[in-house]
């Protein structure tokens, strides 16, 4: 095992195991170790130690939503868990004290941490609702690793987690899943469940990881009821719309499983909000915006740097896999123009060929557009919301589309088409969520002409839950398939999508669920394509 100077430290506590949950004794021996190992070990642990906390007290275990990881470098990642002993207390609180907690944290190379690689302690406060976010530093390129909180002696469930590749190292293979859209009132979390199996290196979540309003207003039957506000306006409300969903198992065992890289849609603030217009004007909004933000950054795995400040948070970055992939993950929520004819969806209007339209924002496009000029990574997968492709859902003459969608702001997209062809990218796939469908396009340099050249292929994950238990397809996108020929694969059931990447080839599967109204549905595969290197086409397989 390679020593780290400053990280790696043969295990001088006693080992966690030993220490029995919840017991007084068992708490105050491994308090007194936290402390004595605080100190030995590096920078990364020293955060706090200088002040005296009140550690215990917690009525009950405050690890019931569960814990995860995201953001991985070829150093470290995040680690994240947040305290909740009542994760339904009605003010968001999760039924902690107005006080900063300890916690410890543990890394290992073994999932029962006889080989412990870093631990340190770090503050839980109540002004970030007792959430923690440990940026790990140190770690071996490439690896696997397991890591755990503890808290007033309770001990957190285990999570799995994974450091990139070194940077131009290739690696031979990068298995990733996808996910979007995960309505807790319209079904069961499965879908994730299924994702957690696949023991995936990496999940992308492509956003709508809860829905701000509820009881059967968007149009499936209410399977489950969520608790609290509808719609949710306040920190408080949001803070418990989180809980909620994050007490949830299977949404639990996906978190653990494998590092997450998290972008938001719509519903992690109200319905397609762009910038600072909501679809329902409302007085206070940016106040709205700020509180969905906060509790955002509260409970995803990311880095400080994501932290919100005011009613603004960065959240587009890019997130390089060795020389074999690079994540360019997209805001498309934060900085966009308002949709163009009035948002209405199957409609047509001028202004979205509007050239000041955009998604983006000028400076998000410019540093999008800089990525592909400097990419030099077999892969780029740009991964982002809402449906790229164009989407004609006028069957014969006419046309309408989703304004919400490029299709809303196609003076950008042709921007970011011709960019592509003039860049060195050499794989180009776009990881979209959004539309509770699975959609396999190619992108067309002109969708109109079937012989323009191929820049990049599309990949949309259909929703975990929302919409239901869904149908193989649906009548009026099946009318209006022959109009869309780069379209080459379109589902409405539930699932998510995997991705098995190689030097060589991607290999696409949309994994489909027959239902989400009642839980413990088997994995399927939909349909399954491979993307040759080189050639942005979806070839059945
Ligand atoms: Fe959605």
């Not at 899943?177 to 992308?204: H, I, K, M």
């Not at 109109?448 to 050249?453: E, L, N």
């Amino acid at each position: 095992m390679p020593c780290y100077p400053g990280h790696f430290r043969r295990p001088s506590w006693l080992p966690w195991g030993v220490i029995s949950a919840g017991s007084a004794e068992g708490w105050r021996a491994s308090r007194r170790a936290a402390l004595k190992g605080a100190v030995l070990l590096g920078a990364g642990a020293t955060v706090g130690l200088t002040t005296v906390r009140r550690a215990g007290g917690l009525p009950a275990d405050p690890f019931t939503l569960g814990v995860a990881s995201g953001e991985p470098a070829p150093d470290g990642a995040v680690i994240w868990t947040r305290l909740a002993p009542r994760p339904l207390a009605e003010d968001g609180r999760g039924g902690m004290p107005d006080a900063v907690i300890d916690v410890e944290w543990e890394v290992a190379e073994d999932a029962g941490f006889a080989s412990a690689v870093q631990r340190g302690v770090t503050a839980a406060r109540p002004e970030a609702a007792h959430s923690v976010h440990v940026e790990l530093v140190g770690l071996r390129p490439g690896a696997e690793y397991f890591y755990r909180f503890r808290a007033a002696g309770f001990l957190s469930p285990v999570g799995r987690t994974r450091t990139a590749p070194q940077p131009n190292s290739v690696p031979s293979q990068l298995t990733i899943c996808a996910v979007s859209c995960a309505n807790y009132e319209d079904g069961w979390f499965t879908a994730y469940r299924g994702v957690a199996a696949e023991q995936p290196d990496l999940v992308v979540e492509l956003g709508d990881f809860i829905y701000e309003d509820g009881r059967g207003r968007r149009g499936a039957p209410v399977v489950r009821r969520h608790v609290g506000a509808e719609p949710a306006m306040t920190l408080g409300d949001y803070r418990l719309r989180y809980a909620q969903y994050r007490t949830d198992p299977d949404l639990q065992a996906a978190q653990a499983a494998a590092p997450w890289l998290v972008v938001f849609d719509d519903h992690e603030v109200a319905n397609n909000w762009a910038d600072e217009t909501p679809a329902i004007p409302q007085p206070g909004f940016p106040e709205r915006r700020a509180a969905a933000l906060q509790a955002y950054y509260e409970n995803m795995p990311l880095r400080s740097s994501a932290k919100p400040v005011g009613t603004s948070m960065q959240l587009y970055r890019r997130v390089p896999w060795g020389g074999l992939a690079m994540f360019h993950l997209l805001d498309t929520r934060q900085y966009r123009t308002d949709q163009p004819c009035n948002d209405k969806l199957g409609s047509d209007c001028a202004e979205r060929f509007d050239a000041a339209a955009s998604l983006t924002g000028v400076e998000q496009e410019r540093w999008l557009l800089d990525g592909f000029a400097q990419s030099s990574s077999r892969w780029d997968l740009i991964a982002q919301q809402v449906l790229f492709a164009q989407l004609d859902l006028t069957p014969g003459p006419g046309r309408s589309v989703n304004p919400d969608a490029w299709d809303g702001y196609v003076a950008q997209r042709d921007r970011v088409v011709a960019a592509l062809a003039g860049s060195p990218v050499r794989n180009a796939v776009i990881l979209t969520g959004d539309i509770h469908s699975h959609c396999a396009a190619e992108i067309w340099q002109q969708f109109d002409d079937p012989f323009s050249r191929r820049v990049a292929v599309e990949l949309v994950t259909t929703s975990i839950a929302s919409g239901g238990d869904g149908s193989d397809t649906k009548p009026e996108i099946a009318a209006a398939l022959p109009e869309n020929p780069h379209i080459r694969y379109f589902s409405n059931r539930r699932g998510y999508l995997r991705a098995q990447i190689t030097p060589a080839e991607l290999r696409a599967d949309f994994r489909t669920l027959p239902y989400v109204s009642q839980p413990g549905a088997p994995v399927q595969t939909g349909a399954s394509f491979i993307v040759p290197d080189g050639d942005p086409v979806l070839l059945n397989v």
